[in-house]
C-alpha cells in the first residue's frame, strides 16, 4: 500500500505558494505526511484525488512510498531499586502537553467557526483543511492558506485581526511562523489603506 508524504520540493512548494499548486494540490501536500494511506488521502480529497497525487509525484512534490518498518529495540533493563517519579517531577510535563493540544484545538475551533460564518464552498474546503490537519505543521500549512483566502474572500484588515487572535492561542512553538504571516496581511492593510485615501482624495 501507498502512503504519500510531501518531499522537500513539495514543503518549499507550499511556503512559496508556487503557482503550479492549485488548491487541492496544496490540500494534498498539506495532509500528505506519510502515516495516511493513499486511498484514504483521496477519500479525503474528492475525486481525482489519486490521479493528482500520482501528478504531484511525478514533480518531485510527493514520494508514494511505503513507511519503513520500525526497528525493534530491546525492553530496557528494570532498575534494581527503582524510585517511583513524585508528583512535582510529573505534573509539569503532562500540563504543559495538555496546554499545547488546548492551543491547538482552540485554533481549530475558532479558524472553523470564522470560517462557517463566511460560508460559501471555498470556506468549508478550507475548513475542512484545518479540521483534518493532524500535526502541527498541517495545521500551520492549512492557517496559511486560510489566511491567505480570508484577505480575498473578505478584506485584508478582517484576514489580520484573525491572525492576531490566533496568535493568542496557538502554541509557542507556532508563533514566529504565524508573525510572518501577520506581516504580509499588515502590508496588505496598508495598501489598502492608501488605496483608499488616494481614492477619496481624487
Known amino acids: 500500500m501507498k502512503y504519500p508524504a510531501k518531499t522537500e520540493a513539495g514543503r518549499e512548494a507550499l511556503r512559496l505558494r508556487d503557482p503550479a499548486l492549485n488548491a487541492r494540490d496544496r490540500q494534498i501536500l498539506v495532509l500528505a505526511n506519510g502515516e495516511r494511506a493513499l486511498q484514504e488521502l483521496a477519500g479525503m480529497v474528492g475525486v481525482g484525488g489519486a490521479a493528482a ?6 514533480l518531485g512534490f510527493l514520494t508514494l512510498t511505503r513507511p519503513a518498518a520500525p526497528a525493534l529495540s530491546p525492553p530496557p533493563r528494570p532498575s534494581p531499586n527503582p524510585t517511583p517519579p513524585t508528583a512535582a517531577a510529573v505534573a509539569p510535563a503532562q500540563v504543559s502537553a495538555q496546554a499545547e493540544r488546548r492551543s491547538s484545538a482552540a485554533a481549530k475551533m475558532y479558524i472553523v467557526d470564522v470560517l462557517q460564518m463566511i460560508r460559501g464552498p471555498e470556506a468549508q474546503a478550507l475548513a475542512a483543511l484545518v479540521h483534518t490537519s493532524g500535526t502541527e505543521e498541517e495545521l500551520m500549512e ?11 474572500l473578505t478584506r485584508p484588515r ?3 485581526r484573525v491572525c492576531q487572535h490566533l496568535q493568542t492561542v496557538l502554541p509557542h512553538s507556532a508563533l514566529l511562523r504565524l508573525a510572518a504571516c501577520a506581516h504580509s496581511l499588515a502590508d496588505q492593510v496598508e495598501a489598502e489603506e492608501q ?5 477619496a482624495a481624487t
Do not use: K, T
Request: aromatic residues 4%; without cysteine.
Open 195 to 199: 488605496r483608499e485615501e488616494a481614492s
Open 158 to 160: 478582517y484576514a489580520l
Open 53 to 58: 497525487m500520482e501528478r504531484l509525484a511525478g
Open 142 to 152: 492549512a492557517l496559511d492558506q486560510v489566511l491567505e483566502r480570508l484577505a480575498v
